[in-house]
Structure formats: C-alpha cells, structure tokens
C-alpha cells in the first residue's frame, strides 16, 4: 500500500546525534579551557628563558634539565605526602559527618548550613585567622602550655604540621559535601537487613553503606587531592620555607624570578602528578565493568 496523500512518515530521531549535542558544549569547554591551557604550559617548558621575563627564540630543553635541582625531591615527596594525608583524613572524617547527615532528618538542613558557612568568609581570612591561633602568642599555644602538653620554646607555626592542619580545615567541606550528596540517595534499608542477618553496625557501614558510596569517595577523593597538590597559599602563610610544596615554587619562579620556562616545568610535573589519580581511577571503573559483563 503507497503513503496516504497529505501523511508523512515519522521521522525516527538519531540517538548518537542527540548525545553529540548534548556533550558538544562540555567539549568545547573543556578543549578551550583545559586541553589548550596544558598543552601550552608543556610547550613554554622548552622554551629558552629569557631574563627580562619574555620567551627566547627557539627551543632547548635547559628547563627541564634545571628540574633536576637536588631540593625538589624533598619538595614533591612533601606535596604528595601531605596532600595524600589530607585526603585521608578528609575522607575518614567526611564519611561518618555525611552519614549523620543523612541520618539526621530533622536538623539534616541545619548540619548543611554549617559545613556551608565556612565559605561566606574569604579564603585569605581564614588562612590568616589560623596564623593569629598558631601565633606563639596565640590561644592554641597559650592553651596548650596551659593544659601542659607544650612549653614555653614549643613552635606551631612554619612546619608541615601546620600546613596539614590549614589544608585539612579548608578542604574537609569539599569531601563532606559529595559523600553526603551520595549518601542522602543510599537505601538504609540495606544496613537494617545487614543487622537482621547479623552483621554488628561497625561492619554494616564498612562493607555495605562504605561501598554503596563509592562514587561519592571517589569523586570527594578528587575534590579534596587536586587542590591540595597545587596549594600555595597555605604553605607560604602558615608554612614557611621549612614546608614549601610545589606551588610555592610555581609562584617563585613566575612572580620572583620570572622563568616562565622553569615555572612551566614544574606545572607540567604537578599537572602529571594530578591526571595519574584520573587514570588510574577511570582505569578502575573500566576494569569493574568490563569483570562485571564477564560474569
């Protein structure tokens, strides 16, 4: 039978093109604004410094043989030791506050705010109000050499400790706020029929409510560990020279000493050092998946 005079045949729409569509935007973004910003920081790093702050001419790879400065390897084990503890400490903290959280029907909203407030303040502000508590006049000493556990020659401030306790102040939001979005969608039902069977609460969250909240972990992972590697403001405030990490010396050779090169190249490790995790986590997924359509 031929088309009816005046109908037409519904056009079936294409599924690909759609998704195209939709992600074409957060393409483009990320090409402009990612992709093209990281390829140009590896490439000024075989550009030839120039002292007067401008690109030589050509290209060498004396910035990347200046890498090899015997004070770095102390520097980057220092921003990976510290920013890995505070991940850690961030995530076993954050864990249990969004599972309260979650938990908490009745002040739920209330508990939000207060992880939220912090951030009506400006980030300088904060860092400078621990300077003023760590101060060797300060109220954390003076109460420390109260209680006893200090003494009068006890230093707070420019140490790594510091810097732990700063990064982990200012990056616990950014953990809590991911797992308790995850954890507002778990099933508790879950941890209730765990208990039934006779698994003791310790053991419900660790091996149920833990991993029904894997892609909250891992994305507060990222939220937490990226930033933290590329911190400078927190170790030159509250750190010092003794507990200088990566950034610090990004900012040195870019502002100081105006080695855009130099500073290029240590960009380019730390840029490394953060898209490793990336990798390795997509890796992760890709391998779950691929044993999950296995079995």
């Known amino acids: 039978m031929g088309i009816p005079i005046g109908e037409h045949t519904p056009v079936k729409p294409n599924p690909k093109r759609a998704e195209w569509l939709l992600t074409g ?12 910003p990281t390829l140009l920081v590896f490439a000024i790093a075989f550009k030839p410094f120039n002292p007067d702050g401008q690109l030589g001419p050509g290209w060498t790879l004396d910035s990347i043989r200046g890498l090899a400065n015997p004070n770095y390897p102390a520097i980057v084990w220092r921003t990976l030791s510290l920013s890995a503890i505070t991940t850690l400490i961030c995530l076993i903290v954050g864990t249990p506050t969004a599972y309260f959280m979650a938990r908490a029907t009745r002040w739920r909203q209330t508990l939000l705010m207060l992880v939220i ?6 980030f300088l502000i904060r860092i400078f109000a621990w300077k003023v ?3 060797p006049e300060g109220a954390i000493k003076n109460f420390l050499v109260f209680v006893g556990l200090a003494d009068a020659s006890t230093v707070l ?24 979005a995850a954890s507002e969608k778990f099933d508790f039902s879950l941890l209730e029929a765990a208990r039934d069977l006779g698994a003791t609460p310790w053991k419900a969250f660790l091996h ?13 992972m990222l939220m937490v560990l990226i930033p933290a590697l590329g911190a400078y403001v927190i170790p030159d405030v509250v750190g010092g020279k003794e507990a200088e990490m ?8 870019t502002f100081n000493d105006r080695n855009l090169p130099h500073a290029s190249g240590l960009s380019a490790i730390l840029s490394l ?23």
């Open 117 to 122: 407030v912090p951030f009506w303040t400006s």
């Open 157 to 180: 401030l420019y140490r790594p400790e510091a810097v732990l306790l700063v990064l982990v102040y200012t990056s616990l939001p950014f953990a809590i706020l991911p797992l308790y």
């Open 273 to 295: 050092v953060i898209l490793l995790p990336l990798v390795l986590g997509q890796t992760w997924q890709w391998w779950n998946k691929r044993k999950a359509g296995k079995s």
């Open 208 to 220: 149920i409510f833990v991993p029904g909240i894997s892609r909250g972990l891992w994305t507060a």
């Open 133 to 135: 508590l760590l101060h």
């Open 246 to 253: 990566i950034g610090n010396k990004i900012a040195q050779r």
């Open 25 to 36: 935007p957060s393409f483009i973004w990320l090409i402009v604004l990612f992709v093209l």
